[in-house]
């Protein structure tokens, strides 16, 4: 090992000045573009959330005026509308993982399969790792298709709440809920946004470290009417689609910018042609 007091001697090599400022301009402009994409990323966020509390949490949806209110065993709400619960509406499934002890349930595997940290990430574009085909036939995994919204239900990620851009397995500190039509998926995902906190208190009394599959069923909703389901997912759909691809280019930038570090530190990428 090497004694902290030698790290001084070790000799690295530094570029020119003209070259180390020819290097920071190149990674200074990957790193604009990287905040200008996380910045529209935020916006988009905060717009759609916006507009989901005006609609659905204050019911002040265009027209709303002229929409009477009905009783519901929720209160008064819009009429057409429908008090209901998660699970008569809409398909609830809880991961698992397969057995770490089974190779054959890893090795060269080619399903995603997230773990509950990844909840922590906004939009989940990537798998923490892979499992093979025989894993989802044999073990609890469950595939979640692109589209669904996904709660972390314990431990230090309770109440993270995200949702799939890809198709994918998680382990069982994750429960996913998925609108088969597809017309409620956004909405999904912006109800728990705005509830998930609610949900848990009410569960757990503040308490409890944990919900479960049963407790995420039984969650109250007031779902729309179908007028204003295609009115909502027309003006959310294309925010959620742009925020998923400025993630996307996010990621490109951040691995090309990590590659050409090295190559440029060390000569490799030619500055001067």
């Known amino acids: 090992h090497t004694a902290p007091s030698r790290i001084g001697e070790v000799k690295v090599r530094v570029p020119p000045p003209p070259v180390q400022r020819q290097i920071a301009g190149i990674l200074s402009a990957y790193d604009d573009l990287i905040e200008n994409n996380l910045r529209r990323i935020r916006i988009l966020e905060e717009m759609a959330r916006a507009l989901y509390r005006e609609w659905f949490a204050h019911f002040r949806f265009p027209g709303h005026e002229t929409v009477p209110r009905v009783a519901s065993s929720l209160g008064p709400i819009p009429h057409g509308w429908e008090a209901t619960t998660i699970g008569r509406v809409f398909t609830t499934t ?11 349930y890893w090795q060269d595997g080619t399903v995603p ?22 894993a989802l036939e044999k073990s609890a995994a469950k595939l979640m298709p692109r589209g669904t919204t996904v709660l972390a239900i314990t431990g230090a990620t309770l109440g993270q709440v995200s949702y799939l851009e890809i198709d994918t397995t998680a382990n069982q500190s994750v429960v996913g809920i998925t609108d088969k039509s597809g017309g409620l998926s956004e909405w999904l995902y912006l109800m728990f946004k705005e509830r998930i906190h609610e949900i848990i208190q009410h569960a757990s009394g503040g308490a409890q470290q944990h919900i479960n599959k049963e407790v995420v069923n039984d969650v109250q909703i007031v779902i729309p009417s179908a007028e204003y389901t295609s009115r909502f997912k027309n003006v959310v759909a294309p925010m959620f689609r742009q925020l998923a691809t400025h993630i996307f280019k996010t990621q490109n930038l951040r691995r090309t910018r990590d590659l050409l570090v090295p190559r440029l530190l060390s000569g490799q990428t030619n500055l001067t042609s």
């Open 94 to 104: 809880l991961g698992g993982t397969p057995s770490r002890e089974k190779a054959k």
């Open 113 to 134: 399969w997230i773990n509950s940290g990844k909840v922590n990430d906004l939009r989940i574009t990537e798998p923490s790792e892979l499992i093979t085909e025989l």
